[in-house]
């Protein structure tokens, strides 16, 4: 049996990293944290050829998303701290993870906030928030959604906890994975 994945989904600064941590506390199963910042935090610290950025970052992502979808099957819940700002990686993911056992959380929150908290942190790319602001929640589904400009991460965390007893069928990950099936046979 694979484990259930709670996928949130938002830009820099925008929450989850907070409300996975509130997560941790408060359900009842075990759960791992795996934020996608852990995997770049664990590369090589130097600078790299700017043509070999891109690549280097998408084989990052790739590998964590693989990583993820290890993990939930061999049994283990995940709660995923991401960010969906390019097409590609909610496609990848749509093919590994199991779709009915993902909740897909949208964690919003004002653009001028997640500018305040981005230069508040100071570990961030000014401006990066900014960049992910109108791609990250493009794909327009979610199982869950909560906003942390108006709710702290404990509050968002139990709304969560609160809300996987009475997840809807088929999930969000379900109808987009059907929907991307349906977009690639129109088109071949």
């Known amino acids: 049996m694979s ?14 990293s907070s409300i996975a941590q509130e997560l941790l506390m408060i359900l009842d199963e075990p759960y791992f944290h795996l934020p996608v910042d852990a995997f770049h ?3 090589t ?44 990686r909610l496609a990848d993911c749509l093919e590994l993870f199991v ?12 653009l001028e906030e997640v500018e305040r908290r981005e230069r508040a942190r100071g570990d961030r790319l000014e ?16 199982d869950i959604e909560c906003d942390t400009g108006a709710a702290t991460p404990a509050e968002c965390a139990r709304r969560i906890a609160e809300t996987l007893p009475l997840l ?18 129109a088109a071949g």
Not at 63 to 70: E, L, M, P, S, T
Not at 127 to 142: C, I, K
């Open 168 to 185: 809807p069928r088929p999930t969000a990950f379900t109808r987009l994975r059907h929907d991307a099936a349906k977009a690639a046979t």
């Open 3 to 16: 484990g259930r994945i709670i996928f949130l989904n938002g830009t820099s600064s925008s929450g989850k």
């Open 99 to 110: 779709p009915e056992d993902v909740v897909l959380v949208g964690v919003r929150c004002p």
């Open 45 to 88: 610290r130097r600078e790299y050829p700017p043509e070999q950025v891109d690549e280097l970052l998408k084989r990052t992502w790739m590998g964590f998303h693989r990583a993820v979808a290890g993990m939930a099957a061999a049994g283990n819940n995940i709660v995923v701290d991401h960010v969906l700002s390019q097409p590609w």
């Open 127 to 142: 401006g990066l928030a900014a960049r992910q602001f109108d791609h990250v929640h493009a794909h327009g589904v979610y």
């Open 41 to 43: 935090a664990m590369r």
